[in-house]
């Protein structure tokens, strides 16, 4: 079926850490594709999606141009027509084993989309960048994010604990890369970029699992090759809808 589906379009932006989702999934299973760039709430962003988000996917299928959207949705679609490079486990498999890592999995997933973002971006990336665009002082900053510098390390050690890093293992769902790990990872690279991050970065890291879980995915290719035009790269945007 993936020889019939043509023409593959990424609607977001590099820095949009859902964008990164899929295009680390994209890159990972060597999917050619075109990013289109376009920023939330944007004429562009609204084409393809009624909430004005991104990102949308766009293909043709058998002449007539498709688009979808939800990250979710967009990577279970990539699953299906590109089984190859596999990123969980097949979701018509029978085995017991099976079915409960894609169920863990899609937990993981559900913490990113809801914990671990809600936590990281709005709270603690987006404000830092909002009061150094400010020029407020550092130590004025750090005060100002305590709060929530509080309620995100609850988060982290949630996660940490719930996931398979507890046991040792050397991916978010077990000893194989997936679609957990992509979803979890972007947000955690931008808060790796900001001083906040410190705390999953280094020999002082205090969510030692989680840093040694950052450096394994640093050294993937996919990860490198999505990498540019993003927090982690250095990149600052140049206004934020907060």
């Not at 999934?25 to 939330?40: H, M, R, T, V």
């Not at 999606?49 to 002449?63: A, L, M």
């Not at 141009?65 to 029978?94: C, G, H, M, V, Y």
């Not at 705390?199 to 950052?214: D, H, N, R, V, Y």
Request: with cysteine; aromatic share 10%.
């Amino acid at each position: 079926m993936s020889k019939e589906l043509i023409n593959v379009e990424l609607v977001g932006i590099p820095f949009s850490t859902f964008t990164r989702t899929i295009r680390l999934g994209l890159e990972e299973k060597s999917i050619p594709y075109k990013l289109i760039f376009a920023l939330p709430h944007t004429d562009i962003a609204n084409k393809y999606h009624p909430f004005e988000r991104i990102p949308s996917f766009n293909f043709e299928y058998d002449g007539t141009k498709q688009t979808l959207i939800e990250s979710a949705a967009i990577t279970n679609f990539i699953d299906a027509i590109w089984p190859e490079t596999p990123l969980r486990p097949s979701r018509i498999s029978s085995d017991l084993n099976d079915i409960f890592t894609n169920a863990r999995i899609d937990e993981l997933i559900s913490m990113a989309s809801n914990y671990v973002f809600n936590s990281v971006e709005p709270p603690v990336i987006k404000a830092r960048l909002k009061f150094e665009k400010d020029q407020k002082q550092e130590n004025e900053i750090v005060s100002l994010l305590t709060d929530s510098v509080q309620q995100l390390h609850q988060i982290l050690t949630k996660l940490e604990q719930y996931s398979a890093l507890k046991d040792n293992k050397q991916f978010l769902a077990g000893d194989n890369i997936t679609w957990a790990d992509f979803f979890c990872y972007p947000p955690l690279a931008d808060l790796r970029a900001i001083n906040e991050g410190k705390c999953i970065q280094g020999e002082s890291a205090q969510f030692t699992k989680l840093a040694a879980w950052m450096n394994r995915m640093e050294t993937i290719e996919s990860v490198k090759k999505t990498m540019k035009d993003t927090l982690q790269d250095g990149w600052r945007p140049p206004f934020l809808r907060l």
